[in-house]
């Protein structure tokens, strides 16, 4: 069974930064690989970012390329999610997902683990 937990979500004015967390409890983290996705109030879940278990092809939706970084660090078993100029257009739930066959898919319905989310609003 794993076990995602995200953290560091918060309130943010429009241009500032955030650090996204997801720690993952299971014994085999680097078989992992990990993704974020977000969903706002009345939309589809929607892709941000992956990243395979070597770390050295990371995918990211357009909306998000070049403002944020996903990473992972497998000795403390977490994925990070870095944002940077941020805008109300990012307001949402983000979510931490794991799969061990599923690699950089945009389809959040192929991930088999999930976290509870937590909540990122930028204000104008």
């Known amino acids: 069974q794993v076990q995602l937990v995200e953290s560091g979500g918060g309130l943010v004015q429009a241009g500032g930064s955030l650090r996204l967390s997801c720690a993952a409890f299971?014994?085999?983290?680097?078989?992992?690989?990990m993704a974020w996705f977000r969903q706002a109030p009345g939309k589809e879940r929607e892709f941000v970012a992956a990243?395979?278990?070597?770390?050295?092809?990371?995918n990211y939706a357009d909306s998000v390329k070049g403002r944020f970084t996903i990473s992972r660090d497998n000795a403390k078993n977490t994925v990070y999610l870095q944002m940077h100029s941020l805008k109300p257009d990012d307001t949402a739930v983000y979510y931490c997902?794991?799969?061990?066959?599923?690699?950089?898919?945009?389809?959040?319905?192929?991930?088999?683990?999930w976290g509870q989310g937590t909540q990122v609003t930028v204000s104008s």
């Open positions: 997902a794991a799969d061990r066959t599923t690699l950089y898919s945009r389809n959040y319905r192929l991930y088999s683990h």
């Open positions: 990243i395979g278990w070597g770390d050295d092809n990371p």
């Open positions: 299971v014994y085999t983290f680097c078989n992992y690989n």
